[in-house]
């Protein structure tokens, strides 16, 4: 069992460089296997753990990888031969969903068990399979939560998403670029790591318009040829940093970035009383006061992402006033709220809403990762605290944040990952 241990209270200050998009990674990585041939992906993430575990399912199903450096991977998928994905490997992340669609678009068939990940409510999908269907797949659940999607030939369709779904409209995009004829997804989602599928993907050959959108459209080709592609900047590892300078009281020049993708953070930065700066490829964000009380309701983007609601609920809880957090997004986001009061905010959560009542200060406290986002917010929340700040469970934080320990470290954190032992383990006493 691993641990983070910060000393917190000290302003952080530095520069620190983002790291490819995890976000994107997920969906491109599924993607690879549409092209049956080479692809090389630049800025690729690859030490956290939910993209080990995408790499695990390829060569599971035939793919080989050759890696070229530590964020550099080379996917031969031409000898890709099963459609059948087990749970031992699907429970690890939730994005191993994204494999149905791939699947289905290169070989009318998909067996996938239904994934893992974080916990935050009710994760249907049923407009993944109404997507499925529409292209003319049959698709089941049985009892053991494997979905089933076979087709005797995917037909271009219009399609109507009922809810916007990042996930549904992935799979979509990932069963419809080799189907024959026209597909238009709309309410579709507008997510920039919509926007970098669809450009890796007509980077093979594919003709996909109009992502970023709330309509996308997809005439099917017949084959799809390898490429070389750098994925985005993580927009919300960014906007992890950003939060943490401001909630610290410090200056962070945060780089490799695309400051357009943080436009919904840097306002409410900004609101919250912290001055952001922006440069082609780079913001910087300081804060030399308590922050001020603001209200922020998540939504779909262009709006304030969902998974940057913990970090964010952090800088209001040293906010002076009181703030209002709606969470339009997820049903069970606000789990990680008891571990931010053991440390003396004073947050109360009912349902979808939260009332932030501002402190001066945090107090260093044992605390656990909830969830990938939560446990970002408890390293931002250890950072700014006065005192110890020990983090457990930070599993869900490896699957998201690359080298998250060292980066801290770099622009100021007293920060240290440790070793200890499982206190439930069973030991030898003979």
């Known amino acids: ?70 964020n550099t991977i080379e996917i031969d998928s031409r000898h890709v031969n099963s459609y059948v994905i087990s749970h031992d490997m699907t429970k690890h992340l939730r994005a191993s969903y994204y494999f149905i669609g791939a699947l289905l678009g290169r070989f009318s068939r998909a067996m996938v068990s239904m994934p893992g990940g974080c916990y935050l409510g009710p ?91 709330d309509v996308i459209k997809i005439r099917g080709v017949e084959q799809l040829h390898g490429c070389t592609y750098s994925i985005i900047p993580d927009q919300i590892e960014a906007g992890t940093f950003m939060v943490a300078a401001a909630a610290t009281k410090g200056d962070v020049l945060i780089k490799n970035v695309i400051p357009k993708h943080l436009e919904s953070i840097s306002k409410k930065l900004i609101e919250c009383g912290a001055e952001v700066e922006e440069f082609d490829d780079a913001v910087r964000v300081s804060l030399s006061q308590r922050p001020e009380k603001c209200n922020i309701k998540t939504m779909p983007h262009p709006g304030f992402p969902t998974d940057m609601q913990p970090q964010f609920a952090v800088l209001l809880a040293l906010a002076d006033g009181t703030s209002i957090i709606s969470e339009s997004v997820w049903s069970n986001r606000f789990k990680y709220t008891e571990q931010l009061n053991r440390m003396g905010a004073n947050i109360k959560a009912d349902g979808q809403l939260a009332v932030v009542q501002g402190v001066e200060n945090l107090k260093g406290a044992p605390v656990k990762a909830d969830d990938l986002r939560a446990g970002a917010a408890m390293l931002i929340a250890g950072a700014a605290a006065n005192g110890t700040t020990e983090i457990e469970d930070i599993y869900h934080i490896d699957r998201g944040y690359e080298e998250v320990v060292e980066k801290f470290k770099g622009i100021g954190a007293d920060i240290k990952r440790v070793y200890c032992p499982d206190p439930n383990a069973l030991t030898d006493v003979g």
């Open 1 to 70: 069992m691993e641990k983070i241990i910060i000393n917190g209270g000290t302003p952080l200050h530095g520069e620190v460089e983002i790291s490819g998009a995890k976000n994107a990674a997920l969906a491109i990585i599924p993607a690879a296997i549409l092209s049956q041939d080479v692809c090389v992906i630049e800025n690729l993430p690859c030490s956290i753990s939910d993209i080990v575990y995408m790499m695990k399912i390829l060569k599971q199903i035939g793919a080989q990888l050759k890696v070229i450096n530590k």
């Open 123 to 213: 994760r249907p999908i049923d407009q993944h399979i109404k997507g499925f269907e529409l292209l003319g797949a049959t698709v089941s659940v049985d009892d053991n939560a494997i979905v089933n999607a076979k087709a005797d030939k995917l037909i271009g369709s219009p399609i109507y998403l009922d809810m916007v779904s990042v996930g549904a409209t992935v799979n979509i995009l990932l069963a419809a670029v080799k189907a024959k004829g026209l597909t238009v997804i709309e309410n579709a989602a507008k997510e920039p790591h919509i926007v970098d599928l669809a450009n890796f993907l007509n980077s093979m050959g594919a003709d996909v318009r109009g992502a970023g959108t």
